[in-house]
T-cell receptor, first 112, second 110 residues
Framework: LAKTTQPISMDSYEGQEVNITCSHN???????ITWYQQFPSQGPRFIIQ???TKVTNEVASLFIPADRKSSTLSLPRVSLSDTAVYYC?????????????FGQGTELSVKP | KAGVTQTPRYLIKTRGQQVTLSCSPI?????VSWYQQTPGQGLQFLFE???????NKGNFPGRFSGRQFSNSRSEMNVSTLELGDSALYLC?????????FGQGTRLTVV
């Protein structure tokens, strides 16, 4: 299972774009990259998943370079409610027998 | 489409007791996995069930056990509770590469 490295914490202000980069040098060919958001005392919420290039949904974009050794989660125009911990995971859930490996995550603090 | 449902949301138990937590996965999802989250250890994998069979197990003592029923609902049991078992217990369901989590059960052992 590929290990991920991401910043422990980040600060931002309302209305700004936030980019959180995750390093995963040992990513395997069949691995997907998935990001989760977690608020205190709640379960992680699936944000976005991708395999290569760029993926966009209604809440975020995920940029994956050609070598796939890193990925960047982009949150456009953050608000106070985006203050949370963001986890980057690498793997193929189904084939891993359901074992997701969570790192420390990035604690994002959005200020007014 | 209903999400992953965990019951109860909160639980207080006494040391030495046992507890059973329940998880109803998203309809159609056959894989259910369980995680323990504590401030010190973060999110740690407990075990995963698929079609009533445990496919994977984390590094937890035998006091932690689980099972899955034919309708994919899953339960986890913790026997002989210790103070250190106080945590947020999360379950996730999946049918492919995406996993979706429930709100969790907050267990407090006193």
């Amino acid at each position: 299972l590929a290990k991920t490295t991401q910043p422990i914490s980040m600060d931002s202000y309302e209305g700004q774009e936030v980019n959180i980069t995750c390093s995963h040098n040992n990513i395997a060919t069949n691995d997907y990259i998935t990001w989760y958001q977690q608020f205190p005392s709640q379960g992680p919420r699936f944000i976005i998943q991708g395999y290569k290039t760029k993926v966009t949904n209604e809440v975020a974009s995920l940029f994956i370079p050609a070598d796939r050794k890193s990925s960047t989660l982009s949150l456009p125009r953050v608000s106070l409610s985006d203050t949370a911990v963001y986890y980057c995971l690498v793997g193929r859930f189904y084939n891993q027998g359901g074992k997701l490996i969570f790192g420390q995550g990035t604690e994002l603090s959005v200020k007014p | 489409k209903a999400g992953v449902t965990q019951t109860p949301r909160y639980l207080i138990k006494t040391r030495g007791q046992q507890v059973t937590l329940s998880c109803s996965p998203i309809s159609g999802h056959r894989s259910v996995s369980w995680y323990q989250q504590t401030p010190g250890q973060g999110l740690q994998f407990l075990f995963e069930y698929f079609s009533e069979t445990q496919r994977n197990k984390g590094n937890f003592p035998g006091r932690f056990s689980g099972r899955q029923f034919s309708n994919s609902r899953s339960e986890m049991n913790v026997s002989t509770l210790e103070l250190g078992d106080s945590a947020l217990y999360l379950c996730a369901s999946s049918q492919g590469t995406e996993a979706f989590f429930g709100q969790g059960t907050r267990l407090t052992v006193v």
